[in-house]
């Protein structure tokens, strides 16, 4: 999605950031957007409406119209930073690449996932469980295809695979 770059919206942006002279980032100083592995930066455009500060920045100081499947990657490693001097447009590839030699890959499993429904225990009892895989998700108040997706080792794979072992001997 392209950026309107306006007088108004850069006032806005660099009333929002810190130059942290050791490193040269900017770090953003208004609203973020948290997840579990980054806090991206929010340029307030409207009430209802937010650009993403470093996504703004490139197009600002690059000359750069990114679409929706462009991102915006950071050679500093700082999800805050929004110098256009650390910021690179990259492919889906070298984001995951980016992301993986720096180790932020973050894979939430089991009961660690924000999502998750089920125990590991119950996630075991599911996967031995006989019968009917709707009747199975109806008494744990879950999805038929995640019964169908722990049985054929799609989900949950970390806590049952030892019961294949056992199965199988």
Known sequence: MAYDVTDELNKKFDERYVIVPECGCWIWTGALTYH????????PVSKSFNYKAHRYSVERFHG?????????????????????DHL?????????RDRDARGRHVAFKGERHPMVKLTESQAIEIYQAE?????????????????TAIKNDKLWQHVTKNLRKCANA
């Open 88 to 96: 690179y447009v990259g492919t889906p590839r070298d984001n995951a």
């Open 131 to 147: 019968g009917n895989h709707r009747k199975i998700a109806e008494r744990y108040n879950i999805a038929r295809p995640t019964v």
């Open 36 to 43: 579990p592995s980054h806090r991206y930066g929010n340029l």
């Open 64 to 84: 750069v119209k990114l679409s929706k499947k462009d991102f915006v990657c950071h050679k500093c490693d700082v999800s805050e930073c929004v110098n256009p």
